[in-house]
């Protein structure tokens, strides 16, 4: 099993930045991918960025692309997502992600974690 552990939500002003934190734990030994996802109230989870572990990969939302950019940090087995000039459609909660292998999907989730911009 592997858990999962966001922090770094709350509350920006639009224009503002906020870094979120991903934390892995368990077992860590078998990870190809963590991701973000966020879901705004009444709307569907969508996905948000995604590094890949072992290859100098990314992947991004049409509606981060050049805001936000997703990090990791192979030897903590934390991902980072690095949010910057917010905007109020950006308010949802975030959870990160973790796929063990490719082609499996995501197979572990995080709890959430709040993420509000006021305008």
């Known amino acids: 099993q592997v858990q999962l552990v966001e922090s770094g939500g709350g509350l920006v002003q639009a224009g503002g930045s906020l870094k979120l934190s991903c934390a892995a734990s368990?077992?860590?030994?078998?990870?190809?991918?963590m991701g973000w996802f966020r879901q705004a109230p009444g709307k569907e989870r969508m996905f948000v960025a995604q590094v890949d572990w072992s290859a100098p990969n990314t992947y991004y939302a049409d509606s981060v692309k050049g805001r936000f950019t997703i990090s990791r940090d192979n030897a903590k087995n934390t991902a980072y997502l690095q949010m910057n000039n917010m905007k109020p459609e950006d308010t949802a909660v975030y959870y990160c992600?973790?796929?063990?292998?490719?082609?499996?999907?995501?197979?572990?989730w995080g709890q959430g974690t709040q993420v509000i911009v006021s305008s």
């Open positions: 992600a973790l796929s063990s292998r490719p082609g499996s999907g995501y197979d572990y």
């Open positions: 368990g077992r860590t030994f078998s990870i190809h991918a």
